[in-house]
């Protein structure tokens, strides 16, 4: 059978390898995914490119056009604004599941993490902190155990890439964010569901409200 009609052995590893790589920023908004090259790079044969770009596209991080190829998907910041009123909604649900489930073991990461985000701030060092922010979410998901909600959240965020860096160089964002995260930690670590819930919906929200000032700065 010839290469480029197999399917590898491993689909989902070339599709976990070019979404890293789109969610990583090797690849940029409107940027071009030739499948020779990809090919080359994923070591694979097209089949397998085809299928990893059709499980992207469907995810919404890239666009395949008849005769035009894939290219990484462009996201507005009008809908990135819609696609972070969804995360409201998504993420209060898992906040308020991680305070039900949270362990002890847990608390204690979640407040380590805290730590280090304020060590970053004092230190202006925003690019870290974008990472512990990454970071924080990322652990409260494992701790809600929520899979359904988890892959929502991991869709929707793949195509806020480029808007969740902007949003970390916005003067005084960590200042205003890190307090924000600290009341999430401690309502799980106090096992409070509602507070938990509240706390990252008026999180959320806060963060809606800076993507409308870039888009009116824009």
């Given at each position: 059978m010839p290469d480029d009609e197999r399917r590898?052995?491993?689909a989902a590893l070339v599709r976990d390898t070019l979404r890293e790589a789109i969610l990583s920023g090797e690849y940029l908004p409107g940027e071009?995914?030739?499948?020779?090259?990809?090919?080359?790079?994923l070591a694979t044969g097209r089949f397998g490119v085809r299928a990893a770009l059709q499980d992207?596209?469907?995810e919404g991080l890239i666009e395949v056009h008849r005769n035009r190829g894939a290219q990484v998907r462009k996201?507005?910041?009008a809908e990135a604004v819609e696609i972070t009123e969804v995360r409201l909604v998504v993420e209060g649900l898992i906040a308020g599941r991680a305070a039900e489930?949270?362990?002890d073991a847990q608390v204690v990461e979640l407040d380590e993490i805290g730590t280090l985000m304020r060590h970053a701030v004092e230190a202006g060092e925003h690019r870290r902190y974008s990472d512990l922010n990454q970071r924080l979410h990322a652990l409260i998901r494992v701790i809600a155990g929520h899979g359904t909600a988890d892959r929502i959240v991991e869709t929707l965020r793949g195509q806020l890439v480029r808007h969740q860096y902007m949003l970390s160089m916005v003067p005084g964002r960590p200042q205003t964010s890190l307090p924000q995260?600290?009341?999430?930690i401690a309502a799980i670590r106090d096992r409070d569901p509602r507070t938990a819930e509240t706390a990252m919906r008026d999180h959320i929200a806060s963060v809606i409200e800076t993507l409308k000032g870039l888009a009116y700065i824009a």
């Open positions: 590898p052995a491993n071009r995914l030739v499948e020779a090259q990809l090919c080359q790079r992207l596209a469907a996201v507005s910041m489930r949270v362990t995260h600290e009341r999430i």
